[in-house]
């Protein structure tokens, strides 16, 4: 069993950042890869950054330059470094995790999310 809680969200002017940051807790399980995703009123939850358990990280085109995720392996907790915000990126930030329960079983956990409102 893993639960995933995120914090870090909050109201901020254009140009702004936030950090936003997703802790796994619980037993018997492995987290392998990790990542955020955001959905906005209407709309369907997309894709933002995700990190593998090695460090490798992809970006959506719309983040490229301006987020960046990491991850510390030790505590089970992702990040997302959001700089130069802007009103698009309002939205209910998610993380997400693969969990290995062991060999053969591997799941998709999910975060309750975080609201980010880019505004002045």
């Known amino acids: 069993q893993a639960r995933l809680v995120e914090s870090g969200g909050g109201l901020v002017q254009p140009g702004g950042s936030l950090r936003l940051s997703c802790a796994a807790s619980g037993s018997g399980f492995r987290i392998n890869a990790m990542g955020w995703y955001r959905q906005a009123p209407g709309k369907q939850r997309e894709l933002v950054a995700t990190i593998t358990s090695g460090g490798s990280t992809t970006y959506a085109d719309s983040v490229k330059g301006r987020f960046t995720i990491s991850r510390d392996n030790a505590k089970n907790t992702v990040f997302l470094q959001m700089n130069s915000l802007k009103p698009e990126d309002t939205a209910v930030y998610f993380c997400?995790?693969?969990?290995?329960?062991?060999?053969?079983?591997?799941?998709?956990?999910w975060g309750q999310g975080t609201q980010v409102t880019v505004s002045s």
């Open positions: 997400n995790a693969e969990v290995q329960r062991n060999a053969f079983t591997r799941g998709s956990s």
